[in-house]
């Protein structure tokens, strides 16, 4: 066993949650500096007509219709299309593209497979890029500190705690997302899936499985509709 990490410069200008995430700012009370800021800034660039309101709006229409459920369009899709798989795995965002999912930034996709004898974890050491045409938002724990520095140090510990105990025979590959470059898991197919249409298949995956930190599992019930 051994445990790699893809090390790779960063690049501010991108969307890392700098300071205090987004989602933890007060929202009662005085606002805070970042608030006050982002304001100030957006203003200033409405006034000088280089962007328009409508395009705030637009763009935040956009972030908000992404969720992990795109994601777990793609990696049903791979596991029933192995055409399909073969492309995502070269190109995971012109594979993306091709199932009408939009990237509205530069960012290349590197989807990594895991298998038995590999499992793969995502993390930003810096900030907290992450896929987010095809995920949508991270959560809180991906942003937090102990998170980006344990996940490199001590991975198979930080899956432990989320419940995944990996084999000492499965090699563990912790890779780092940069401002351009930013991985998805393709988690394995869970057993006893062999007669589930593709749509059973993606109500299985999880957001979490698609960062690497858990596997994708049967749940308890399975919707025929």
Known sequence: MRTHNEGHEHDHDHDHDHGQPHDEIAQTGPPGYYEIMETAVRELLVERKLIGAHEIRRQIEVLDSRTPALGAKVVARAWVD??????LLANGRAACEELGISFYDDTSLIVLENTDAVHNLIVCTLCSCYPRP??????????????RARAVSEPRAVLAEFGTVIPDDVEVRVSDSTAMVRYLVLPMRPEGTADYREDELAALVTRDAMIGVIPVTIGEGRSMS
């Open 82 to 87: 192995p055409d399909f798989k073969a492309r």
């Open 134 to 147: 095809v995920l949508g938002l991270p959560p809180d724990w991906y942003k937090l500190k102990p998170y």
